[in-house]
């Protein structure tokens, strides 16, 4: 099946930092979403980017399809961005989604 | 609109016993999925319902797994005989079905440990 790898693993970062999480992936997709995983476990989806650049306030999303990566811009980074950042690839099309392992992060005051 | 209910929360069980998680998806949700998550891991796709059939079950370990969708709307998946293995978070997603795309939405999950 494809291969979804994270890096890096974890991160910990001063409030106010920037940060770039990576999601590199195996084989082309057909979608491709990143999600937040909060300290109480709850998934909320982030973005659907496929290809492209894409913000929502802080945070912001490029994939680049044909190299096969995407990436994760957290600017000015707040401790309620603190837990895990998953991306998930649906290589089908049928919206059966495949998770990386996840980029833990954490941010102190 | 309410979001994907779980329950229990929590379980403790001893290995070789049986254990039963229920999810109702948000109103409406023609698709339902089950996924495994173990620590340090993302999450794993076990089963994906739409309404009452099975869309996929590939990832299921059939041998001590079942679940259903009896009237397409709750669903229960079941593990018996639990193995050391199995501890880990059940979460349940719902979406609506339509020509676009739309995301998962999902439940907080049922934290599993066996003993």
Redesign the interface.
Known sequence: GIQ?EQSPPDLILQEGANSTLRCNFSDSVN?L?WFHQNP??????LF?IPSGTKQNGRLSATTVATERYSLLYISSSQTTDSGVY?C?VDPYG?????????NQVVVIP | EAGVAQSPRYKIIEKRQSVAFWCNPISGHATLYWYQQILGQGPKLLIQFQNNGVVDDSQLPKDRFSAERLKGVDSTLKIQPAKLEDSAVYLCASRPTGTGWETQYFGPGTRLLVL
Do not use: M, P
């Open positions: 979804v979608n979403q109480w476990g709850q998934l909320i989806n659907y998953f998930a049928n919206n059966r989604l495949a998770f990386g392992k996840g």
